[in-house]
């Protein structure tokens, strides 16, 4: 049957009891630690060679549905009660409210290193030391906002004009295109500074701290940011039905992004496991 992934500011209080202790857990036992490493791996830009699979790419969405069910499925394991909350950031806009409050991912960073001291994941409990890290800290860093240079989270509207477009994807399939749902949700735009950071990609500016680089997912919110990335492809799905994962296969021979990316039909690294597969979760979870 069919489990249900909640908003996070519906949780009750014991559900958010239970869903931190079941991540204390798989932290300890080192688990968590290779998610990190994974999303580090497997973070590859345009300008580098290669397939990229995570980031920058069709496939961004099914890799990280995929990516939060193998975290949902360790959680399961340790409280088969546990699902993965998601994190609407176009209703939920406040620093001072769910998802930063103590009993649950705890507040924003203090000033000067930006380190969280709040909440179960502060550094001070000794439950959550950053091992796996592309910077010297090993504390848990945010800053919600950005104090020096603040910026606002996304908006309904700048939501709605991601979900509005029918097409999934279009050539070149990376980070310039300025068509198609997949880079509107996904976030890179033209410009520089905030002009250029779209829904996605502006949440992870705006919680900041570790959330700012390929070693995200050592801050928990990642994982609530990345719930509700995939709600909106689970409702864009629903309201394009007609339309589909793009490209359906390779570009043609002589295309720069010619095995640089994932056809519907082909393998998604590093699982065993296509796009095509991963459109249809309905067997696996809803949202409420």
């Not at 009993?103 to 959550?128: C, E, I, K, M, S």
């Not at 310039?176 to 250029?196: A, C, H």
């Not at 949440?203 to 919110?221: E, F, K, T």
């Not at 690294?269 to 796009?275: K, N, R, S």
Request: one cysteine or more; glycine letters at 8%; a positive charge.
């Amino acid at each position: 049957m069919a489990y249900t992934r909640k908003d996070v500011t519906t949780l009750t209080a014991a559900e958010r009891a239970r869903f931190v202790k079941a991540l204390l857990e798989i932290k300890r036992r080192g688990q968590y630690d290779e998610f990190v490493r994974m999303h580090i791996d497997f973070y590859v830009s345009d300008g580098e060679d290669g397939l990229r699979t995570a980031h920058m790419a069709p496939s961004f969405l099914p890799w990280h549905r995929r990516f939060l069910l193998d975290l949902e499925r360790a959680l399961r394991k340790v409280d088969d009660s546990v699902t993965v909350p998601y994190w609407d950031w176009t209703r939920a806009r406040s620093a001072k409210s769910a998802p930063w409050t103590a009993d649950l991912l705890g507040g924003n960073g203090r000033p000067g290193d930006r380190q969280v001291t709040t909440g179960p994941f502060a550094h001070a409990t000794g439950n959550w030391t950053l091992r796996e890290n592309i910077t010297d800290e090993d504390f848990l860093t945010r800053d919600l906002g950005r104090a020096r240079d603040p910026i606002e989270l996304p908006t309904k509207d700048e939501l709605e004009w991601a979900m509005s477009d029918p097409v999934y994807d279009t050539s070149p399939w990376d980070s310039t295109v300025t068509k198609g749902f997949r880079n509107k949700l996904e976030g890179w735009g033209t410009g520089r500074g905030s002009v250029s950071w779209r829904n996605h990609n502006r949440v992870h500016r705006w919680v900041g701290g570790v959330m700012l680089g390929g070693a995200s997912v050592n801050d928990p919110v990642f994982w609530l940011h990345h719930a509700f990335v995939d709600l909106c492809w689970y409702r864009w799905q629903k309201r394009h039905a007609q339309h589909r994962y793009l490209p359906a296969r390779q570009p043609e021979l002589g295309d720069r992004q010619r095995g640089r990316v994932v056809a519907r039909t082909e393998q998604l690294p590093p699982w065993d496991v296509t796009p095509d597969q991963l459109e249809d979760v309905s067997a696996i979870y809803r949202y409420a």
